[in-house]
């Protein structure tokens, strides 16, 4: 029997958000990830490399002080470092666009959506994303810089905004309206979720990718005899699978939105009502049973 699909617009509570996030990504697990390594790889991939640059350029201190030369240094702030800033936060866009734009489709059609028709709404929805990202990323700095409360409030505020764009369709203006909206009457649940979906994320891709990375690194320094060179190559495969588990996190942020937006606006229970009557049965692959 085939399985029922996950109703994304319903009202849930802090353990519905997690229990969902797990059978969402299961049940999706093949069409997502096919999805977010298509179009999201090249940027992973770009930002391994940088990683990797930066770190060599910065650790290369340690490979001197193997051979017993010492003297003063400075961080390193290259241009590597300042492109993979930029590289950074561009991937993070992507991948937040990627799976919002999935999300989006799921809930529309009920069905996963094709790798084709995610591309189709990253190409629509990406530059926004990625332009709202950088206003949000200098407030919620600013915030932190300042006190850290405005910068935790700003961030929790802001979190639901790639979700905002592709659902909403709204303005840079309304979009920032809505982020406070939504999340105004519920900040310590909205605070409680992405901090418990950010630890998991966290322990998952550390734990795989501190073993993935631990050979690769131990293979990397009998090769090379270079600490940088081993550091440089455990951060750059830690890096990968990072970005991999964050599905985790954003998944749980966007089953989030469709909460609040369902709490506030009730979309979700007038979509249902308008197809009672109808010829539309969102159960047809559950067996009646008598």
Known sequence: MAQQKIQLRKIRDFGE???????????????????????????????????????KQALSI???????VFYERTVPFTPTYFVLIGVSIMSLSVMRTVVSVYMKYYDENGTSPTVQEVWKGFAKYFLMIFLFSIPRYVLIIVGFVFCIAPGVYLLVVLMPYSFILTNENESFGESFRRCF???????????????????????SSSLIGFTVSAIAGLASYFTTKELSSTLAIVTSILSVV?????????????????????TRDGTGLARRLEN??????PNT??????
């Open 17 to 55: 958000n997690f229990s969902d996030t797990f059978q969402f990504i299961r049940q999706e697990f093949k069409p997502l990830l096919t999805s977010f390594t298509l179009i999201c790889g090249i940027f992973i991939l770009a930002n391994a490399i940088l990683t990797g640059i930066f770190q």
């Open 62 to 68: 340690l490979d001197d002080m193997v051979k017993g």
């Open 181 to 203: 909206d939504l999340v105004k009457e519920n900040f310590w649940m909205s605070l409680a979720i992405y901090l418990i979906a950010f630890l998991i994320f966290s322990i």
């Open 242 to 262: 990072q970005y991999f588990f964050y599905i985790i996190f954003f998944v749980s942020a966007g089953l989030h939105y469709y909460n609040l937006v369902e």
């Open 276 to 281: 009672l009557g109808s010829n539309i049965n």
């Open 285 to 290: 692959n559950i067996e009646e049973e008598y």
